[in-house]
């Protein structure tokens, strides 16, 4: 059933665990963190970029993931992710197809993001949509841009407190040392907690951690028997998420590690079964992979058996 990102977060809040946001580009994709969702039963929140909404359509995407909200007991969120495109994000507020828009105005000034998140929450809620707002740049590759470490900055704990009381936004992301993309960290993971438990502090709504793949080892095994060239390739430890989810964070975004998941699964298969060329047999391996690695976040998050 399709339900708000509020009401899936504020009992997040309440029972101390995060879930998890799974970015999706096509049916498989979608078909495999469902399948988890239903396994663990976890609230599951269905995410699109502008990169998958360019790849394969809003429209397209917003169909599927309602068809298969219909048909689960999940509580499950449809959640537009990292909206830098003002246009897009009133697109698709103005749709009636997600329960959840994000506006990205962390690249902006502080006073022009305030202003626009406003004005998205300002039209969001007239329609009982959800807005995520993200206040510190994180590091790494979104969609289409590249934000690079020396520009990217951490959230400001005072800033925060004045953001929230401005812009009126439900749920706010947060940097803290997450990065975008598959290479995170030149050696172990590091989070600024010291940060994360002062921006707690000062507001109530729950935070977002992005960029918290965490690139798992089995899977990258697969990937690099298999040819993928992603030796130094490294994500957050498992430990650092679930500190981060102890400490407040209640909605965690993860997308490298199905990319990665779903590579793995394809390269095995054709690599074992090179006389295959039915669509199906060679994706249903890459499906079962990206649901055993939901099924695992789900875990790290503390959001199994909560849905």
């Known amino acids: 059933m399709l339900v ?31 399948e988890a969702a239903e396994l663990e039963t976890s609230p599951i929140i269905i995410s699109t970029s502008e990169g998958a909404i360019d790849y394969a359509g809003m429209e397209e995407l917003a169909a599927l993931t309602h068809l298969a909200a219909k048909k689960s007991k ?24 997600y329960t959840s828009v994000m506006f990205d105005g962390s690249s902006l000034s502080y006073k022009e993001n305030v202003a626009k998140t406003k004005k998205i929450v300002a039209l969001a809620h007239k329609k009982n949509i959800s807005v995520e707002a993200e206040l510190g740049a994180i590091a790494g ?4 841009v590249s934000v690079e470490d020396r520009n990217a900055h951490f959230t400001d704990p005072l800033q925060a407190q004045d953001f929230v009381k401005q812009t009126h936004c439900d749920v706010l992301a947060i940097a803290i040392g997450t990065s975008h993309g598959a290479y995170k960290f030149l050696g172990d ?12 502090k000062m507001v109530s709504i729950p935070l977002v951690l992005h960029g918290a793949s965490g690139i798992p080892n089995n899977i990258k095994k697969i990937c690099l028997t298999y040819g993928c060239k992603i030796e130094k390739a490294k994500g957050i430890a498992d430990a650092h998420i679930k500190r981060a989810v102890s400490l407040g964070i209640n909605k965690v975004n993860i997308d490298s590690d199905l990319r990665i998941a779903f590579d793995a699964g394809i390269r095995k298969f054709l690599a074992e079964h090179p006389e295959v060329i039915d669509p199906r047999k060679i994706l249903t391996p890459a499906k079962k992979l990206i649901t055993k690695v939901v099924q695992q976040k789900m875990h790290i998050l503390g959001c199994a058996g909560k849905g």
């Not at 999940?74 to 749709?95: C, M, Q, T, Y």
């Not at 993971?189 to 940060?195: C, E, H, I, P």
């Open 4 to 34: 708000s990102l509020s009401s899936v977060l504020q009992k997040a809040q309440r029972g101390g665990y995060a879930v998890g946001a799974f970015n999706i580009n096509n049916l498989e994709t979608l078909q495999a963190v469902m």
């Open 74 to 97: 999940r509580p499950v969120v449809f959640h537009l992710d990292h909206g830098k495109n003002e246009d897009l994000v009133l697109r698709a507020i103005k749709s009636g197809f």
């Open 141 to 144: 590759i979104e969609d289409f």
């Open 189 to 200: 993971s590091k989070l600024d907690f010291k940060r994360l438990e002062q921006i707690k």
